[in-house]
């Protein structure tokens, strides 16, 4: 639907719910978040509005109560969202937009999550009065191609109301629900079956009220400050422990560095007192080669004199 660049996606995980009365901006909020933090929106209206557009047993099922502005049943509603969590792309978390919308839905999804091990972080009410709420339904259009959402309030009056994204500038539609009469049935039942859920989440101390009026990108201040601390913290337990294993790794790498080279080390001392070792029995070779020779030459000398001194001898004699 909304598609925005990647190069600005964020890592992160996030398992949050948006809790809301319709027309308090959860669904465009959600697409700002998946578009930044690159985990994906579920949304029970939008998953059901599929259903129906392609005529399936569960969009047959749903398309009645829709209409009406009451809820789908918590059967048909519940086994679109199972399938939808169970996608690889949610492993990365989600964010729950639209469900749950009563207790029931609240204790199946707490089931649901125990199962698949990815508990809520946070939940996030978006806090808006009742005139600003209808106001937004009233003039909520939304563009069949790429499923952005206007407000004709914001238009200047007397024009057609046209997606200024598209190249083609499609004509934007009303959602049937959106229409005067099914508006004040939503909010009735906002009020009876949804309201509850403030305070279930609260007592589980994950509730986190978030002001959904004002300019945009200030409403998405709010809910990125309300969403990350949980998800922050979590990827920063990650990152922590990726460093310490980092530093750890490098510690022992500089341990067994140091120990390599004290091995070296001891290994060249080694090697020198050897060949010290080695060089001194030639060294003593040497010695007694040099001794034997002026051992033998004293002898040759001795030898010599002797031989001279009996010559002289026998000169004498004669
Ligand atoms: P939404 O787009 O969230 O405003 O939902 C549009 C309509 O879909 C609602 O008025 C309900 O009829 C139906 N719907 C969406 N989510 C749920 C839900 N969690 N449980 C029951 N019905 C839902």
């Known amino acids: ?38 985990v994906p929106q579920v949304s029970s209206g939008d998953l059901l509005r599929d259903a129906v557009a392609r005529g399936t047993e569960l969009g047959l099922k749903a ?14 509603v519940l086994g679109l ?17 639209g469900f749950p919308r009563n207790s029931d839905q609240a204790n199946a999804l707490n089931e649901m999550l125990i199962e698949l091990g990815a508990p809520i972080e946070a939940v996030l009410l978006m806090d808006v009065r009742t005139e600003t709420l209808v106001k937004r339904l009233a003039g909520r259009r939304i563009c069949r191609t790429c499923g952005r959402v206007f407000n004709i309030s914001l238009s200047p009056p007397g024009t057609t109301p046209r997606c200024d994204h598209c190249a083609d500038h499609p004509e934007l539609y009303q959602r049937p629900d959106d229409k005067e009469e099914v508006v004040a049935k939503r909010l009735e039942v906002y009020e009876a079956q949804t309201r509850p ?77 050897s060949t010290a070792k080695a060089r001194r029995p030639a060294k003593t070779a040497k010695k007694k080669v040099a ?28």
């Open 63 to 76: 398309k009645a109560a829709m209409d009406a502005g009451q809820l789908v049943s918590d059967d048909v």
């Open 197 to 273: 859920l403030i305070r279930h989440y609260q007592k589980l101390g994950l509730l986190r009220v978030v002001k959904g009026e004002g300019a945009l990108e200030d409403v998405f201040a709010r809910m990125e400050a309300a969403a990350l601390p949980q998800a922050q913290a979590a990827s920063t337990r990650k990152s922590a422990a990726i460093k310490k294993k980092t530093v750890k790794t490098a510690r022992s790498a500089k341990k067994a560095a140091a120990r390599v080279a004290k091995k070296k080390a001891s290994g060249k001392q080694a090697a020198r007192k």
């Open 1 to 38: 639907m909304f598609q925005t660049s990647l190069r600005h996606q964020v890592t992160s995980t996030m398992r949050i719910v948006l809790l809301g009365a319709p027309g308090s901006g959860k669904g465009t909020q959600a697409q700002r978040l998946q578009a930044k933090y690159g």
């Open 81 to 97: 969202i199972r399938e939808r969590l169970g996608r690889p792309d949610a492993k990365a978390g989600f964010i729950l937009d």
């Open 291 to 318: 001794a034997k020779r002026a051992k033998g030459s004293k002898r040759a000398v001795r030898g010599k004199v002797a031989l001279a001194r009996s010559s002289r001898k026998a000169a004498k004699k004669k």
